[in-house]
């Protein structure tokens, strides 16, 4: 049996799913054996199945490895190798210097050369990305006093190949505990997932966020109000990414509907059964305590000694009919979990410096949540800078990019407004 694979053994060998294994087989591509009910393939025919077929050994096997056997084609796409091999010559000069450390810094230039120029010292050791880039929308953005922010003239395939190279970038800057958070919307959204799958494996992909981000609309179009836009959540390998696991408050809401009750001192709470399934046969949880067994079939979920302690301290509620039951505080709950729909609504242009600003409380869940104290977060389309005054704020590292003038302007007077200490950088192509 040894000199043979199992189908699993092959799939993983080829990064590819046992069903397209199984393909390979009926499709009589893969040789393989039927032993005991179950198909193995000879370490031989491995061998030739590798050298001869071309979907594993052709640049695009790493395209259908990665992405489900499927990939986005487009006019103009450029091999992986290429974009992470092109050289560029040009250099990062100071324009104002305000402290002395590496990091906490904004570049000002196109974030394909400044991100290539970082990854001779940055390579693998930044944790948290996240990005906003344009959305393929062939606008012009403006702030409220028509100062021009930035252009969103890339579209369609174009749009996704602008996108596309930037990402191969990014994935290399990441360490391995790092994760990427790209914000995009539903026009393109779709068709830039399967081009991070491409790039991170979908095997890295762990959520689609929605994220309710304006009030619901009220248009006249044929159409439901589209009021929110997507949040595509990477590892750079899975299970292995930073977690803090911050957890939602309830809302008053919540917390008056499970915790219903009232106690005069400590407020709001609800109670739990004293008791849990399963017999104690020898146990002290199964034994007699206050006068009451455990009822039939269950044990005491705490020893008798605590829960003397429990009912001492009053936090034992006993029922007219002598049952008792722990007491629980809505000020002890440790908060609900978070799941994969946010609302974190942006403000309007009247109230922010440059349009499509990003809601700072969403910033702080995920840099709480995916980052820590002594991590490097990048944004390279910074604009006003969201991302790097919340990572300040909550103590990390932080480098931010972005090639619009106005975004420079607005991120120096505000970070000087703010007392935060950033260096200025510009990149100078010498090509
Ligand atoms: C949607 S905005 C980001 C807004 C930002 N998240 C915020 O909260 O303010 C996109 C930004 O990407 C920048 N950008 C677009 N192309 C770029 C490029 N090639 N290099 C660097 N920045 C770029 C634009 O100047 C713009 O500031």
Redesign the pocket.
Known sequence: MSNFLTVDEVAQTLKVTRQTVAKYIQRKELNAVKINKSYRVSYSEFENFLSSNSVVSEPEAIYFKKSRNCFLDYQGKSEEKEILTSRHLGTIKPIELNHKDDFNKFIFG???FVLKNLLSDLRGKIDLIYI???YGTGQDFSNLDNDH??SDKLLHGDFLEFLRRRLFLLRELLSENGSIYLHIDKKIGHYVKIIMDEVFGYNNFINDITRIKCNPKNFARNAYGNYSDIILFYAKERDKNIWNEVKEELTKEEENIFFPKIHPKYGRYTTNPLHAPGETIDGDTGKEWNGLMPPKGRHWRYSREELTRLDMQGLIEWSETGNPRKMIFAKEHKGKKVQDVWEFKDKGLSYVD?P???NHEMLRRIISNSSNEDSVVLD????????LFVANELKRKWIG????TQ?LSVVKSNFKKEKIKCNFFEYISLD
């Not at 990019?401 to 619009?404: A, F, K, L, R, Y």
């Open positions: 196109d974030n394909f906003d880039p344009p922010a930035y440059y499509t600003q990003k390279c389309f910074a604009g006003s800078g969201s991302t990019i972005d090639n619009s975004s």
